[in-house]
C-alpha cells in the first residue's frame, strides 16, 4: 500500500454531486475513469440482481405480510421503508443505464433460476420454528429472515467490491458509490425482523440453523455468482436488442476472476456470452 504522500485528490462527478476521492499520484485521468466505470459494471452485475431478487421477494409475499395480526402499524412502516429504499437504490442503478429494461431482465434470469431454492430455504426455516415451538407465526417469521439475509446479501456484496477495488488498486470508492448500497433497506429490513419476531429474535437466534438450512442459504447466495446463470442472463436481456447493441451488452464479468486478479481491470471484457 503506498504511503499517504503518494496520494492525489479527483473531483468526480457521480449523479450529478461532486465527491473527492483520493487516488495513487500516479494513476491517470483515464485509468481513474476506468475504475469509476468498472466499479459501477462489477456493482450492477451483482448487487443490482440482489437487489432485485429481495424486491420480487417482498412483493411475493407482500399481502401474507401485511395481513398477519403480529404485524402491527410500527412494524408496517418498517416494511414499508423498506420496500421504499430498495426501490430507491434500484432506480438508482437504472438512472445509468440507457436501457433499464436490459437492466431488470438481466436480473429476472436469476430470480427465475433461483426462486425455487430461495422459497424451500423459507419453508424450511418455517419448520424449524414450529419444532423450536412457534406455532402461526412460523411462517412470517420466516419470511423476515429471509428479507433481511437477502438484504445482508445485497449489502456484502457491495462492502466486498468496494474493498477488493481498495486492496488492488487503492483507490476508496465507498463515499462516491455509497447512493448504490442499499444501506437503508438493510437496517429496515433488520428492524422490520427484530420487531416482527420481537422476544423471540434474541431466544431463537443461535437454534435456527442446520445444516439443510445452511446448505440453502449457500445455494441462493452462490446462485447470483453462477456463470452459466450469467451467461443465459446476458442473452435473454439482449434479445430485442439491436444487433450492434447486442454485443456490448453480453459483455460481462467472472467475478471469480475479480476476486483472484491482481489488477482486475484487466478482466472486465474477457467475457462474451455465447
Not at 473527492?20 to 440482481?49: A, D, F, W
Not at 445485497?154 to 448504490?180: P, S, W
Not at 439443510?212 to 436488442?241: C, H, P, W
Request: net charge positive.
Amino acid at each position: 500500500m503506498p504511503s499517504v504522500n503518494c496520494f492525489r485528490r479527483v473531483l468526480l462527478n457521480v449523479g450529478g454531486k461532486k465527491i473527492i476521492i483520493s487516488v495513487p499520484h500516479g494513476m491517470t485521468e483515464t485509468e481513474v475513469n476506468k475504475v469509476m466505470i468498472v466499479t459501477r459494471g462489477y456493482l450492477q452485475q451483482y448487487v443490482y440482481v440482489e437487489m432485485v431478487l429481495a424486491e420480487c421477494f417482498m412483493q411475493k409475499i407482500e399481502k401474507s405480510i401485511l395481513k398477519k395480526k403480529c404485524v402491527r402499524f410500527e412494524v408496517k412502516k418498517k416494511w414499508v421503508d423498506c420496500k421504499k429504499n430498495l426501490r430507491k437504490a434500484i432506480k438508482y442503478y437504472d438512472a445509468y443505464v440507457p436501457n433499464a429494461d436490459f437492466n431488470n431482465e438481466f436480473a429476472m434470469t436469476f430470480y427465475d433460476k433461483i426462486s425455487e431454492d430461495l422459497y424451500k430455504l423459507r419453508d424450511k426455516l418455517a419448520v424449524r420454528l414450529q419444532n423450536l415451538g412457534i406455532g402461526e407465526k412460523s411462517g412470517v417469521y420466516a419470511n423476515a429472515i429471509i428479507l433481511y439475509n437477502l438484504t445482508n446479501l445485497c449489502l456484502g456484496t457491495y462492502e466486498n467490491i468496494i474493498r477488493k477495488l481498495y486492496e488492488d488498486l487503492h483507490v476508496n470508492l465507498m463515499q462516491a458509490f455509497k447512493d448504490f448500497a442499499p444501506i437503508l433497506a438493510f437496517e429496515n429490513s433488520y428492524d422490520f425482523m427484530a420487531l416482527v419476531m420481537d422476544k423471540d429474535f434474541k431466544r431463537l437466534a443461535d437454534h435456527l440453523m442446520t445444516k439443510e438450512i445452511l446448505s440453502y442459504f449457500d445455494k441462493v447466495r452462490n446462485g447470483v455468482f453462477n456463470e452459466q446463470t450469467l451467461n443465459a442472463a446476458a442473452v435473454n436481456a439482449t434479445e430485442d436488442l439491436k444487433d450492434d447493441e447486442k454485443d456490448l451488452q453480453k459483455t460481462y464479468i467472472g467475478i471469480s476472476d475479480f476476486m483472484k486478479s491482481d489488477y482486475p481491470l484487466e478482466s472486465v471484457t474477457s467475457k462474451k456470452a455465447s
